[in-house]
């Protein structure tokens, strides 16, 4: 099938033999936006919602960041709804594609808050004077050796009262549990207008590079680095998003 815009995702469309490991190389920034809405239910929501979250819990004169912004979403809608004043968003991803296609998506969106775009590895970046941190569909692609000292410099980053925002592919230890919701994430996607094709050479290649663990790992690990409440605020089927309070 031709693309129908020059965004529509069909990056799996056609047989290809050697499927090779996913990346977020340009020609998965050139269809991300389409990718990640039809591929993750209730993404839009969650967008949406992290900027509402980060409007009740941003404070004067700190930062907000956004660890792996990709074209920018989630940066953006917290930029639409934060009104305290003196604030600084920060996006950090590691593509420089995604960084470029977030660069020119800055100048469509709303609100007056500054913002700072990086290209760097999240371990080469100071998180600090924090007042909100959002990880969307992040650490799921951090190599889980990582993952801990990733969420301890968050919490070490953030002040007093303010949050992290963290959502995530998860897995179950049921194997019931794990076939009822791949099965239903697959419904989803062919709803979406994926086909059986696209769906399994998608799967075969992003399963190398994307490691899902427990919402219980999660939870044990926000507590571990300091986080002593972290609760689930959104769920559809096996993709979710808590939020930890510091």
Request: aromatic fraction near 8%; hydrophobic fraction near 40%; proline fraction near 4%.
């Amino acid at each position: 099938m031709a693309n129908k815009t020059p965004t529509h995702d069909n990056l799996y469309a056609q047989p290809l033999g050697h499927v090779p490991d996913f990346s977020f190389d340009s020609a998965v920034v050139e269809v991300f936006d389409d990718m990640i809405n039809r591929s993750v239910p209730g993404y839009a929501s969650i967008v949406s919602l992290t900027g509402h979250l980060a409007a009740r819990h941003a404070q004067p004169n700190t930062r907000l960041y956004e660890l792996g912004c990709s074209t920018g979403a989630s940066l953006f809608s917290m930029r639409r709804h934060v009104e305290a004043t003196g604030c600084t968003l920060v996006g950090i991803d590691n593509s420089r594609a995604m960084i470029d296609a977030c660069r020119g998506n800055l100048a469509k969106a709303g609100g007056s808050a500054a913002v700072e775009l990086h290209c760097q590895d999240f371990f080469d970046v100071e998180i600090s004077n924090a007042s909100v941190v959002v990880l969307n569909f992040t650490l799921q692609f951090v190599p889980k050796p990582k993952r801990d000292a990733l969420i301890s410099r968050i919490y070490t980053g953030l002040q007093p009262g303010g949050i992290l925002v963290l959502s995530e592919k998860i897995c179950f230890d049921d194997p019931r549990q794990q076939q009822l919701h791949t099965d239903m994430h697959h419904a989803f996607k062919s709803q979406q207008g994926y086909s059986d094709l696209e769906i399994a050479q998608k799967r075969s290649a992003i399963e190398r590079v994307m490691q899902p663990e427990t919402l219980e790992t999660h939870k044990a690990r926000l507590r571990e680095s300091g986080f002593d409440n972290a609760e689930v605020w959104f769920q559809c089927f096996n993709f979710l998003s808590l939020v930890a309070l510091r």
